[in-house]
């Protein structure tokens, strides 16, 4: 068991009638941006009326507006996993990510120790990969999490990783039949870690990235573990997107116009709770 | 150009003979690491450094690996970019894979000043200590300075700034 504060194992044992020393739990704070992302979309009346006189079987507004909420969506997970609102030194080629100040950090930024960031300290777990296999790896750094306290059972990688892992254990019964729905039409599959199942949850595109590794300067791919109860995906305004209606003709264009908005942030309460496999990219 | 040998004499020396082929740059290379790389059975331990230990972000000057910073290779911890007791069994895989080189392969005794002389990098610059200072937290630098340490050192530093502030103040 791990206790968040300090002090020598069995130091609260005092004598029948002694004196209770007095202990204060320290808490770092950290502060993270809410981003506002948002894209306008629009389509002239012209074209509407086109494609439907033409008998195109499609919408090309609803084509337009359901288009901009992809972009959102994955800003919003480019921005969980690469993102860097606070560090102006930060690249997409090193740990720290590509700087746009308006987005908000990451879990590359806050599970490294880039010096300089609000996160240097913060003893997040950070394992390269060299001669075990990403499934020994991941089962390592979980090991270490549940050593720093935490409950991790959640993984998020890349494809190629997920797709490494599962020739791995192309073979083994105990994962290949050992899947669960994480949210309705997503099956994933899972693995038995020291402290518990571990959800693969493959991450497709290319919001995960690559870049130097700060320790052996090879190019890696991050392979987060985490414990998802400590983790939010914060927002404002509305949980979901929302669609604001311009009113057509307000600018003397005849086009329906809309913008997509959404406002998100990352909280990542407990960074000793989490950690990451460096993995030699593929 | 003279020659100290008479033309056609007895006493010239074959030169065929007397000339050595000239090492090739691969084979120099090889050389010196065979002179300079220890030699290590399977199950000796080694230390072992990773290959940015004490090096710095061209860009920003910050430390690449802080000296205070816990990483793992495998299953094996580094502190501040250094492992002891690395069995060479792994280290030489590890070579093999690309993550290290030969030359960040110490006996298991060797000291900051080792790496030093191997990589060229300053085994502490004061900028390198100020960076690892300046990441302490605070409960890290007391555990490591002790209490009293810590407190003493507090209060100079207090002591310092308040004096060149009053400096200043007189100064204005």
Known sequence: MTAPDGGSLGGSAISELGTVSYQQTSLDRQTANIAVLATGRGV??????AVAAGGAPYNPLATELANGMVVLARDVQYFMFQGDSTYSSGLAT???GNYLV???????MITGAVSGTAYSGNNAIQADQGTLNQHQSIKFVASKIADNGGFPDLVLEGMNSKEALDTELGDKRWYTDNTTEVIAGVTVNRIQAAAGLLDILPVPGTTIGTYTSPTTSQTVEDIYVLDSKKIWLRWLYADNFTVLEIPSGVDSQLSSRYIVFGMYGLE??????TGKVRRIAS | MSSKYPKGGANRPSLVLERQAPMSQATIEKTKEEVKA???EDDDYCTVIHRNWNAFDQRTRQPLIRADQETYLDRITFVGGVARNVPYEIAKKWVKIGLISKEHIFANNAQAEDFAKATGREAMTTQTLAGAIASLSPEKATAILGEEAAKEFAKSLLRLISTREKAQENAE
Do not use: H, I, M
């Open chain 1, 44 to 49: 002239s009346f012209k074209e509407q009326a």
């Open chain 1, 94 to 96: 090193n740990e720290a």
């Open chain 1, 102 to 108: 308006n987005g908000f950090d990451g879990l590359r």
């Open chain 1, 268 to 273: 990542v309460a407990a960074p000793v709770f």
């Open chain 2, 38 to 40: 220890p030699q290590f």
